[in-house]
């Protein structure tokens, strides 16, 4: 956790991605802007010492991979229990979050985020929207915004493309960035999120 510099700050929530822990996203928290207040979750499935995952993912005899929308459910719940846990521990603008994961995390965040009254915007980094498990009935989100890598072997780049046309069918108009890299994060694409995160305050 850090505090922000102001008080009544909007939260910005940080969701890392699957096999991953609550150090990796918030490491980038010296270039996040002060007027923030910044937590990262852990995810609840424990895989090894140092790794965790939000829900399972399955493979199919084909080695397709699928997950379950009672486990994202589940997963989805456990957010939105925190966040409303957070709230009654610490000092905040309730009205005012945001929610950034990567990869699993990104998934996580449009579940949560899509259908949280209280989230004004969302950052999805290299992860999708599975029209499967989402539920849109938040429509007040004033900024979306999408970044993934050509490259990415992972969550294929289509998969994000396809996210921003979901996006846009429910009336948002999310910024989309591409970025020439795998699954992951480089300088540029780090350079455009904090600029967006800039621009919400």
Partial sequence: MRKAAIPNAPL?????????NEAD???FTAYIPDSFHVVSLQAPLKMTEESYAWFPIHFADSMERWTSP??????TKYVKDFLVFYASKHAFDTKRIYLMGFSQ?????Y??????NNTKGIAALSG??????VEVTNKSIAS???SHGTADMVVPFTWAEQSVEVLKKYGFSPEFHSYSQ???INQDNLTTIIQWLQAQL
């Avoid at 995390?105 to 965040?109: N, V």
């Fill in 105 to 109: 995390g990104a998934m996580l965040s």
């Fill in 111 to 116: 579940n949560v985020g899509l259908s949280t």
């Fill in 144 to 146: 979306i915004y999408v």
């Fill in 25 to 27: 996203l918030f490491s």
């Fill in 128 to 133: 999708y929207i599975d029209p499967k498990v």
């Fill in 70 to 75: 009672e486990e994202v459910g589940k997963a």
């Fill in 12 to 20: 910005l929530l940080l969701l890392h991605g699957y096999g991953s």
């Fill in 182 to 184: 795998g699954h992951g």
